[in-house]
């Protein structure tokens, strides 16, 4: 697999996003939310956790079938969803030409568990003492066919598959945030060295999810009580964690100018680590590295952080962005929460959309670190550092 550099023998364009977030749904919706620093939050349906709700859907206008929504689960109707408004902004929707040979690379959680049916186990009255074998019967009579298959994580990509008519080659990430990130690096990768015309990356997260949260509490990772933007939550802070999707549609310039499609913006480099985090200074330390390797970038080049509020990788984080003190900065977990697998993809859309708009999007966060700038941006570097492992960055460029 080819790697990426800051000399690409092929540009990769920017062609289409789709965003469906706590925000709204819709570039124009979405743009029009930050800049009016807008936050959609809930404190106590899930108590004493913050969670970012999933703004109001219409899923019948990208999931016209009814039984095609029946079988997924909340994240995989977000991220189909999202997926459709991607395809519709790049132009390619029902183009079933390019679509067949469209690769797809999504970053995928471990999909949902059936809180009724676990309740029911864990209460009936021979739990503990059940008969070997007992469990497995349950399962299989009390969950309905489709849910042992809506947990895998491919299903994501192959519904998507299925609605959309996205069928060239496909592949499905693991690994929280960082999957993120490699979604997008073996995009570029490929693109660069000239194996894949167009791809379509992304993910999706329903963060409206107790066992979700439970997962996370065990790590003491979830913000609780109050909710406070990304880098006003201290040293006892955490994620609030998001429901969303965001997918890009990125191709070739070869490609892309052949069939007339207008850029967004122009993804440069894309480079991953992954520090041992045995100490003080690791993910600083991973993000000086990273940013040597980006390329050429401008010393007034805004910075777009997926940053979780999760320490001690928040803490480390900001270390470094003060280092880059000529840069402003903004943190998508302070307006949309921590979408997890998404959060990178996120990044990287609202930078495409930014140089599209020709403005960064107004600060939301009175730490201190967040500046205004009324400079058009040429350049928008997308980072993030996980709540428990990897480092991504990314360079994204104005197409003029």
Same mark, same amino acid.
């Given at each position: 697999?080819?790697?990426?550099?800051?000399?690409?023998?092929?540009?990769?364009? #920017?062609?289409g996003?789709?965003?469906?977030?706590?925000?709204?749904?819709?570039?124009?919706?979405?743009?029009?939310?930050?800049?009016e620093?807008?936050?959609?939050?809930?404190?106590?349906?899930?108590?004493?956790?913050?969670?970012h709700?999933?703004?109001?859907?219409?899923?019948?206008?990208?999931?016209?079938?009814?039984?095609?929504?029946?079988?997924?689960?909340?994240?995989?109707?977000?991220?189909?969803?999202?997926?459709?408004?991607?395809?519709d902004s790049a132009?390619?929707?029902?183009?079933?030409? #390019?679509?067949?040979?469209?690769?797809?690379?999504?970053?995928?959680?471990?999909?949902?568990?059936?809180l009724a049916?676990?309740?029911?186990?864990?209460?009936?009255?021979?739990?503990?003492?059940?008969?070997?074998?007992?469990?497995?019967?349950?399962?299989?009579?009390?969950?309905?066919?489709?849910?042992?298959?809506?947990?895998?994580?491919?299903?994501?990509?192959?519904?998507?598959?299925?609605?959309?008519?996205?069928?060239?080659?496909?592949?499905?990430?693991?690994?929280?945030?960082?999957a993120?990130?490699?979604?997008?690096?073996?995009?570029?990768?490929? #693109?660069?060295?000239?194996?894949?015309?167009?791809?379509?990356?992304?993910?999706?997260?329903?963060?409206?999810?107790?066992?979700?949260?439970?997962?996370?509490?065990?790590?003491?990772?979830?913000?609780?009580?109050?909710?406070? /933007?990304?880098f006003?939550?201290?040293?006892k802070?955490g994620?609030?964690?998001g429901?969303?999707?965001?997918?890009?549609?990125?191709?070739?310039?070869?490609?892309?100018e052949?069939?007339?499609?207008?850029?967004?913006?122009?993804?440069?480099n894309?480079?991953?680590?992954?520090?041992?985090?045995?100490?003080?200074?690791?993910?600083?330390?991973?993000?000086?590295?990273?940013?040597?390797?980006?390329?050429?970038?401008?010393?007034?080049?805004?910075?777009?952080?997926?940053?979780?509020g999760?320490?001690?990788?928040?803490?480390?984080?900001?270390?470094?962005?003060?280092?880059?003190?000529?840069?402003?900065?903004?943190?998508?977990?302070?307006?949309?929460?921590?979408?997890?697998?998404?959060?990178?993809?996120?990044?990287?859309?609202?930078?495409?959309?930014?140089?599209s708009?020709?403005?960064?999007?107004?600060?939301?966060?009175?730490?201190?670190?967040?500046?205004?700038?009324?400079?058009? /941006?040429?350049? #928008?570097?997308?980072i993030?550092?996980?709540?428990?492992?990897?480092?991504?960055?990314?360079?994204?460029?104005?197409?003029?």
């Amino acid at each position: 697999m080819a790697e990426t550099s800051h000399k690409q023998p092929a540009e990769a364009w #920017i062609t289409g996003i789709g965003l469906a977030s706590s925000l709204a749904e819709g570039l124009d919706a979405h743009w029009d939310a930050l800049a009016e620093r807008r936050v959609n939050v809930d404190t106590t349906g899930f108590a004493p956790y913050v969670v970012h709700p999933l703004a109001p859907l219409s899923f019948d206008k990208q999931i016209p079938k009814k039984g095609d929504q029946r079988q997924m689960e909340a994240w995989q109707r977000i991220g189909t969803y999202a997926a459709g408004l991607a395809l519709d902004s790049a132009g390619i929707k029902g183009n079933t030409e #390019i679509l067949s040979r469209t690769d797809m690379i999504v970053a995928a959680g471990g999909g949902e568990r059936d809180l009724a049916v676990d309740s029911a186990v864990l209460n009936s009255e021979d739990y503990g003492n059940a008969a070997p074998g007992a469990l497995n019967e349950r399962l299989m009579n009390d969950l309905r066919p489709t849910l042992f298959l809506a947990q895998l994580s491919n299903l994501l990509a192959g519904n998507i598959a299925i609605v959309h008519g996205v069928t060239g080659s496909s592949r499905t990430f693991m690994g929280e945030e960082e999957a993120g990130v490699d979604a997008a690096r073996i995009a570029l990768a490929r #693109i660069a060295a000239g194996q894949s015309d167009i791809a379509l990356i992304g993910a999706a997260q329903n963060g409206e999810r107790k066992d979700l949260l439970m997962l996370y509490e065990f790590g003491d990772f979830n913000l609780k009580d109050n909710y406070a /933007p990304v880098f006003s939550r201290g040293p006892k802070g955490g994620f609030a964690l998001g429901s969303g999707s965001a997918f890009l549609v990125i191709e070739s310039r070869a490609h892309a100018e052949a069939r007339g499609a207008k850029p967004y913006a122009r993804l440069t480099n894309v480079v991953a680590d992954m520090s041992r985090r045995r100490g003080e200074g690791d993910v600083t330390a991973s993000m000086q590295r990273l940013w040597g390797q980006l390329g050429n970038v401008r010393d007034d080049a805004p910075i777009i952080t997926g940053a979780t509020g999760a320490e001690p990788a928040t803490a480390d984080e900001v270390a470094f962005l003060r280092a880059q003190s000529g840069h402003p900065v903004r943190a998508t977990g302070t307006s949309f929460g921590h979408i997890m697998e998404a959060q990178f993809p996120l990044g990287i859309a609202l930078a495409a959309l930014s140089l599209s708009r020709g403005a960064l999007f107004p600060a939301n966060d009175p730490s201190g670190l967040e500046i205004e700038t009324s400079k058009a /941006p040429d350049q #928008i570097v997308v980072i993030g550092a996980g709540h428990w492992r990897g480092e991504g960055m990314a360079l994204v460029e104005a197409v003029r």
